[in-house]
């Protein structure tokens, strides 16, 4: 202990590790954050085990355990402070509240039942129980575990399969006739508003009645179709009783999804796992958002960023080029340079406040009065959708662009500018092939830095046309195609909408982190390509130096 | 000449410019045609780059002008434009109203009659004969101007309510409106049959209440309700009192109020008497207070606000006030009447009063012939409007509030067109202290909807702006020290080679989306910090603490041992001591709370201070912002530290100084303008936040600046409200002007940021 102690305060390290630890404090925040939501979001999907608790009072418990803690006890010494545990009983319509906690002293008795059955259900969210007979037709066809349930699993794929075939006839065909039968009644009201002759007006209308008419006598058609379908599916239905004494009969074609946890396998898990992360991508929402799938939220959002960068990218691309290569520069160029760069700082919702006061209702309000004047007072454009929250999410990345590409052409070397000219190419070829290639990278850079900010904004899309729950997709088979004017869904607003909106945030909770994950997921990997893109320009420049 | 420019590329380029000019040239026709087509197609390339650039640049710019557009008619004075009105041959009528298309004017005459008249050509759509007179007189009529209701009043004693009906009906495309009147039964008030000089009358389900004064000095009260007896049969209950005994002065003036539980008397001494009458059985004088702007002169009229609740008081001396009922702090049950808002008087005696059927707007007339358009929240006298020298004893609003109709003595009828659009919307109302009613005292309110019709919305923007700052203070005080000292170790003390991932690992934090990070705050922080608010505390003591303990651990290790390490690796020790210490501090907090706050913090905090904790809290959100507006000063921070040209660092190095001395006095001081520019986009950042504000805080609009509660913040508020803001009305407007209020802001703040740093890159140039 040779070191004074002012000695080593004057030498300044104590300061210098002050300021490490501020660094490592960030670091720490960054990444217990990703931590946090991957170990939330990824563990969710595994598949736990059901374990039976036996209360003093007698009551029986079935369920998931989910968390462990000290009980909150005021004035209580720490060491005689007991424990809880919060279990998932599920069965949200038998016992009214998905979770319950538990006083760990209260528990005499924990067992893990080899027959207990969890059944992922297209409503009510899961259930927890045994099953004890499956009917047909009101007739017991199986009873006792074992054969109830190869019954039920016989049984099974052939009520999902009947309803996969109900969703195509709701959504898909009936959708069709219904899309066609809207046509055709604003086309008839286009006629009776517009068509001054009568005689003309009179055939078209006759014709389209008769359409209409038809439609109606296909949708009739298909909706009896459906009938048998679901007729079908009711004959078969089972009997599950619930810890506690409770019994529930539902019909078979509920179920989506029905294993024995405490039977599983390594394997056998791994294999639910994926599955159920496959579902998550591919499916639709089920339950107000808080199960099944994400896939129209991320279908929306990448179709609004590819929309969004093909706008963004020739419109900042253009006007960076005018700013370096054709403005004359000077003060005027170097104050809307600035006024461009700040742009960037100006925060989204005013952005999105301008996208609804001039795209949706100035824009889009007069695109319906100039060709949709039929479907009014219903408005076309002149509500959010898809077009206008592109547009937005376009003006508020067009500076990001704007800068990267500026950035970029100032990079490439006068010399190479100066031989092209030098040799007689003109302004533009010298542009178009020595400029823009050598460009590219940072172009590139610029446009993918544009989308990750655009698929993580929500607030302007919140205002422009983004909603919880879209019935139609933005891309879809009828002419023509595209469909801008629909609204969408977004992954963001996913986040928010079923974590803050959602009249079961508890249970919603793990379908949050798991979008979450998947957003931040995506956002980093769009970060990642934008700086290794922008490294490899640095390098090439580099070496492209002569 | 042009054979030679064609050549030469190919034979001098690069090997990748060459591939791309000979398939050019294989497309091409002759060598002339070329040249043109080159000039031609250069020359095109420069107009459409031009324009396009020209445009776009425009349209952003566009944005701005947008936004100021959609807030100008908030500011737009209010107009009037007189109408040409028919002649009337009827001179006295005793009530006046419009309807809502304003088509159809109706009186209430002397002669027992209520007319409708044409307003465009004057003649008489319908003529209605009261039955109930029975031969008696038709002495004084009410209207309370909202309502197509009249209350006659007769020589006999009696009130005849009436209910006047308009039936729009559309044939082919025009419009027809068809007035009806509805008669009641006639109500005896006076049981001894003397004529009602003037009344008050009020029905409400079945409930009658009224008064009427019979003689200067006489003010009689009258109710009348259904009562339902134990076996189910209802009867009618009547009750008369007469209030004259404790009246000192004559009435000049009554009013009674649609709740039916004020009635109030304005007196020629210039007194107002407050009678409750919600037990009609039992009414007593409350109060009697002076009402009027100059003492000495009489009450000349009385009337309500829409809504009940505001008594406009219009005096002999031409004074016109608002009062409000205001509850007593110390006894809920008085509510004594104060003057809240006072208006520009007439120059002579009020004569009418008429209020707005839309907002809290009303009109007044006097003696003189002039009207005043005032509203009532904003405290402004909006317009007069003058007709000419003679009295005006009656005056309506129209019920869409676009018009105002008068009479004046002479029968002479006087219409004008209004356009007030945002009435309500001053620089005081949107940023100052308003006494809205229901209120004690004038405060800074934001309440832009609720359930109720007769609601009036609030629209301060103070609350918001005081949120959005608080919100950006509290993540400042996290993020501008932390990432500041950040960036002075990342760029002064760092191993380069570590400095290169951690740099882009920090970069990527501001790729976050906030709605991310909105939701772990509110999700998972808000709940978690709430069991642990004394280890925060804890936390911010212990950690810098641990910092300093562990450098002088470090000092302790033996030179040869701590001389392989190479500077710059202190964090690879740090960054898991850091941790543990959190570890530890939020273990303890349960043995904190235990011992200093009973065991709970919140509950704590409650009882001894009165401050609720609201799990949602500003120190949620200023950890969240702070996570969002780190990486963005960290980056700007770093970037002027590194740029501080090394032969200053190497100068004052090797003069002797060590590596702090030369970090604080040589490297800070050069790059002071940087972490200005840091600083201040960190704060615009942090100002137009809006997820994280929307999800974090519980967004309720008050002005408190402790961090246990939360707020509601400009950006949050315009995403919540906006898709509910009806286009072109007034919070639609407003919610545009807290959005410009934004965009001035940032864009302010971020140019101040941006010059800045250019003065910095030039001054970095010289030295």
């Known amino acids: 202990m040779n070191v004074s102690f002012g000695k080593f305060w004057k030498s300044g390290d104590p300061f210098i590790w002050m ?211 679901y007729d079908e599916n009711a004959r078969y239905r089972f009997l599950v009783r619930a810890a506690g004494g409770k019994e529930k009969e539902l019909p078979v074609a509920a179920v989506v999804r029905a294993f024995l946890p405490n039977q599983l396998s390594w394997w056998g898990r791994f294999k639910l796992y994926v599955t159920r992360l496959v579902e998550f991508v591919w499916d639709d929402p089920r339950e107000s958002n808080t199960e099944g799938g994400v896939f129209p939220a991320i279908f929306g959002t990448v179709i609004m960023v590819l929309i969004m960068s093909m706008m963004v990218v020739p419109f900042g691309v253009i006007a960076a080029l005018y700013l370096r290569e054709y403005a004359k520069q000077g003060p005027m160029v170097r104050a809307v340079r600035i006024a461009v760069n700040n742009l960037a700082g100006v925060p989204s919702i005013v952005f999105g406040v301008f996208g609804l006061g001039f795209f949706v209702y100035v824009l889009g309000g007069g695109i319906d009065r100039l060709f949709y004047p039929e479907a009014l007072p219903t408005p076309t454009y002149g509500t959010g959708g898809m077009l206008w929250a592109s547009l937005t999410l376009a003006l508020l990345t067009v500076p990001v662009v704007i800068v990267a590409t500026e950035e970029s052409l100032s990079s490439i070397p006068r010399e190479w500018r100066e031989g092209s000219l030098a040799l007689g190419a003109t302004k533009w070829e010298t542009i178009r092939k020595i400029v823009l290639p050598g460009a590219l990278p940072g172009i590139l850079t610029g446009m993918i830095l544009a989308m990750a900010r655009g698929a993580g904004e929500v607030a302007p899309l919140m205002i422009t046309g983004v909603v919880k729950l879209a019935p139609t997709l933005p891309l879809d088979a009828h002419a023509p195609f595209f469909h801008l004017e629909r609204k969408f869904m977004h992954l963001g607003f996913h986040i928010y909408d079923v974590g803050f909106q959602s009249p079961n945030v508890e249970a919603a909770k793990p379908m949050v982190f798991m979008t979450t994950m998947l957003l931040i997921g995506i956002i980093l990997l769009l970060n990642l390509t934008a700086i290794i893109v922008r490294n490899r320009l640095r390098n090439r420049l580099r070496f492209g130096t002569f | 000449m042009s054979d030679f420019q064609q050549v030469a590329p190919q034979e001098i380029s690069s090997p990748r410019v060459n591939a791309r000019t000979s398939a050019s040239k294989k497309k ?139 039936t729009p009906k559309f044939v082919d495309g025009k419009r027809a409106i068809t007035p009806e009147v509805r008669e009641g039964k006639p109500l005896q008030i006076d049981e001894q049959g003397r004529p009602l000089t003037s009344l008050v009358y009020s029905e409400n389900g079945g409930v009658v209440r009224a008064a009427a004064l019979v003689g200067p000095r006489t003010l009689l009260f009258f109710s009348q309700q259904e009562k339902t007896s134990p076996l189910g049969e209802s009867s009618l209950e009547q009750s008369r009192t007469d209030l004259s005994p404790q009246l000192k002065s004559d009435v000049t003036a009554l009013a009674l109020d649609q709740f039916q539980s004020n009635l109030l008397a304005g007196t020629a001494s210039g007194e107002l008497y407050h009678w409750p009458v919600d037990e009609p059985e039992k009414v007593q004088l409350r109060q009697t207070f002076s009402a009027v702007s100059t003492p000495g002169t009489g009450i000349s009229v009385l009337g309500w606000l829409i809504g009940g609740r505001s008594l406009i008081v219009g005096d002999a001396s031409g004074g016109v006030n608002v009062w409000v009922q205001v509850r007593n702090e110390e006894n809920s049950q008085d509510t004594p009447y104060r003057k809240a808002h006072q208006f520009r008087s007439h120059r002579t005696q009020v004569t009418a009063v008429a209020p707005s059927p839309r907002d809290k707007g009303f009109l007044t007339a006097d003696v003189g012939g002039t009207v005043l358009v005032h509203h009532s929240t904003s405290e402004q006298t909006l317009l007069e409007l003058s007709t000419g020298t003679n009295s005006l004893p009656l005056l309506t609003f129209a019920p869409k509030a676009n018009g105002a109709l008068t009479v004046d003595s002479h029968g002479q009828l006087f219409r004008w067109d209004l356009h007030n659009l945002h009435p309500e919307i001053t620089l005081k109302t949107l940023f100052g202290k308003v006494w809205y009613e229901g209120y004690e005292k004038p405060d800074y309110t934001w309440q832009s909807s609720s359930g109720t019709d007769d609601f009036e919305p609030k629209f301060s923007l103070t609350p918001l702006t005081y949120g959005t700052m608080k919100g950006t203070f509290y993540a400042l005080l996290l993020a501008v020290p932390l990432s500041i000292c950040a960036a002075i170790y990342t760029s002064q003390f760092m191993h380069p080679r570590i400095r290169s991932v951690v740099k882009p690992t920090v970069e990527v934090m501001a790729a976050l989306p906030s709605v991310v990070l909105g939701f772990f705050a509110g999700l998972w922080l808000a709940p978690r910090i709430e069991k642990i608010v004394p280890a925060v505390f804890l936390l911010v003591i212990a950690l810098p603490l641990v910092s300093l303990i562990a450098s002088f651990v470090w000092r302790l290790i033996p030179l040869p041992v701590r001389s392989r390490l190479r500077p710059g690796t202190e964090l690879a020790f740090l960054a898991p001591l850091l941790l543990l210490t959190m570890y530890a501090c939020v273990s303890l907090s349960g043995y904190i709370d235990t011992i200093f706050f009973n065991g709970s913090f919140p509950q704590w905090l409650y009882t001894t201070t009165g401050v609720q904790y609201d799990p949602r809290n500003s120190l949620v959100v200023g950890f969240a912002m702070g996570f969002a507006v780190i990486p963005i000063i960290y980056t700007i921070a770093e970037d002027a530290f590194s740029n501080v040209p090394q032969h200053l660092i190497s100068g004052s190095l090797a003069l002797g100084a060590t590596r702090w001395q030369t970090a604080i006095r040589v490297v800070l001081p050069t790059a002071s303008p940087g972490l200005f520019s840091a600083v201040m986009i960190g704060f615009g950042r942090a100002v137009g936040e809006t997820m994280i504000v929307l999800m974090a805080t519980g967004n309720t609009p008050v002005m408190d600046f402790s961090p246990f509660n939360g707020f509601r913040a400009l950006s949050a508020n315009i995403a919540v409200e906006i898709p509910e803001a009806p286009y072109g009305g007034t919070l639609y407007r407003v919610l545009f002007l807290a959005a410009l209020q934004l965009f001035v802001l940032t864009f302010l703040v971020n140019t101040v940021a941006e010059i800045v740093r250019q003065r910095l890159r030039e001054r970095y140039s010289k030295i």
């Open chain 1, 19 to 229: 300021t490490g630890g501020a660094l490592a404090l960030s670091l720490i925040m960054i990444i217990s954050l990703i931590v946090i939501v991957a170990a939330n979001a990824l563990g969710y999907y595994w598949p736990d085990r059901l374990v039976q608790v036996t209360l003093k009072d007698g009551t029986e418990l079935l369920g998931q355990r989910i968390v462990s803690e000290p009980i909150p006890t005021p004035d209580t010494p720490a060491a005689t402070v007991q424990s809880r545990t919060e279990f998932q009983v599920a069965n949200r319509d038998l016992y009214g509240a998905d979770f319950r906690w538990v006083n760990d002293a209260d528990i005499t008795a924990r067992s893990f039942p080899a027959e207990a059955l969890l059944f992922e259900r297209w409503e009510w969210g899961p259930l927890f129980g045994f099953l004890t007979t499956v009917t047909q037709d009101g007739k017991v066809i199986a009873e006792g575990f074992a054969r109830a349930w190869d019954k039920f699993q016989e049984i099974h794929p052939r009520t999902q399969e009947t309803l996969e075939r109900i969703h195509r006839i709701e959504r898909k065909e009936i959708g069709d006739i219904n899309y066609a039968l809207e046509h055709a009644r604003l086309g008839l009201k286009r006629i009776q508003t517009e068509e001054r002759d009568p005689a003309r007006a009179a055939k078209y209308v006759t014709a389209l009645e008769q359409e209409i008419a038809t439609l109606q006598h296909r949708y009739a058609e298909k909706a009896a179709e459906l009938k048998t379908l």
């Open chain 2, 28 to 166: 091409g026709a002759s060598p002339r045609v070329n040249l043109r087509w080159k000039q031609l197609t250069d020359k095109a390339a420069g107009v459409v780059i031009t324009a396009g650039g020209i445009a776009i640049i425009a349209s952003i710019i566009l944005i701005l002008f947008v936004i100021v557009a959609e807030t100008l008619p908030l500011w737009y004075a209010p107009t009037a434009q007189p109408t040409p009105t028919p002649a009337l041959e009827n001179p006295h009528p005793l009530v006046v109203g419009v309807d809502e298309y304003q088509e159809i004017v109706y009186f209430a005459t002397a002669a027992g009659t209520i007319e409708f008249r044409s307003l465009t050509d004057g003649h008489i759509l319908q003529r209605f004969e009261i039955a109930g007179l029975n031969g008696q007189q038709v002495t004084s009529a009410y209207r309370d101007g909202i309502q197509h209701e009249v209350a006659i009043g007769t020589s006999g004693g009696l009130i005849i309510p009436l209910r006047l009906v308009f």
